[in-house]
């Protein structure tokens, strides 16, 4: 079956750049899909972030477009969030997900990594 | 953007109670409208995608049910294992905004 998982630095200093990595098996990104990464501030609510498909098209949340990008490789069947100058209000639960779905609904989940943005 | 909300923000309940979850769009998404389980440390799970059809290998006590921009998710016998959070999402058009979360605890 399909899965996803994440990886990078779990502490990011202030004005840094995120960098995450989503790692997909049991299926080929260059197949087709979007693939998105999805936040969660502890005790609040979720968060979309961007999608991007296996051609390279992307779509970001205004609220973030400014500091974000989404990239994919599809060598490594990986996919990339990039998140600039943070702060601590970037500090959450970062989860990648594939919006396979009918009508996109969010199918698969990895199961997120914490990141903490603390000088 | 796209507002969801939803109500009630919490309820508690007894293991086979019925509920009901409402989620409010701030303009029609058709059915565009997706419902997903939360348990604490855990994913999200899709429960239920395009308003009323259940994901697959989800139980059939949840049930999905609403167009435009009204729309419901209802536990018809609740379970131990159903006590969570419980998120609409709206998939219409982008930015993909989720509602703020209805918490379901034990009564």
């Known amino acids: 079956q399909v899965q996803l998982q994440e990886s990078g630095p779990g502490l990011v200093k202030p004005s840094e750049t995120l960098s995450l990595t989503c790692a997909v098996s049991g299926y080929s990104i260059s197949s087709g899909y979007y693939w998105g990464w999805i936040r969660q501030p502890p005790g609040k609510g979720l968060e979309w972030i961007a999608s991007i498909y296996h051609s390279g098209r992307t779509y970001y949340n205004p609220s973030l477009k400014s500091r974000v990008t989404i990239s994919v490789d599809t060598s490594k069947n990986q996919f990339s969030l990039e998140l600039s100058s943070v702060t601590a209000a970037d500090t959450a639960v970062y989860h990648c997900?594939?919006?396979?779905?009918?009508?996109?609904?969010?199918?698969?989940w990895g199961q997120g990594t914490m990141v903490t943005v603390s000088s | 953007d796209i507002q969801m909300t939803q109500s009630p923000s919490s309820l508690s309940a007894s293991v086979g109670d019925r509920v009901t979850i409402t989620c409010r769009a701030s303009q029609t998404i058709n059915n565009y409208l997706n419902w997903y389980q939360q348990k604490p440390g855990k994913a999200p799970k899709l429960l239920i995608y395009?308003?009323?059809s259940l994901q697959s290998g989800v139980p059939s006590r949840f049930s999905g049910s609403g167009s435009g921009t009204d729309f419901t998710l209802t536990i018809s016998s609740l379970q131990p294992e159903d006590f969570a959070a419980y998120y609409c999402q709206q998939s219409y058009s982008s930015p993909f905004t989720f509602g703020p979360g209805t918490k379901v605890d034990i009564k």
């Open positions: 395009a308003a009323s």
């Open positions: 997900a594939r919006p396979g779905g009918v009508k996109g609904a969010f199918d698969i």
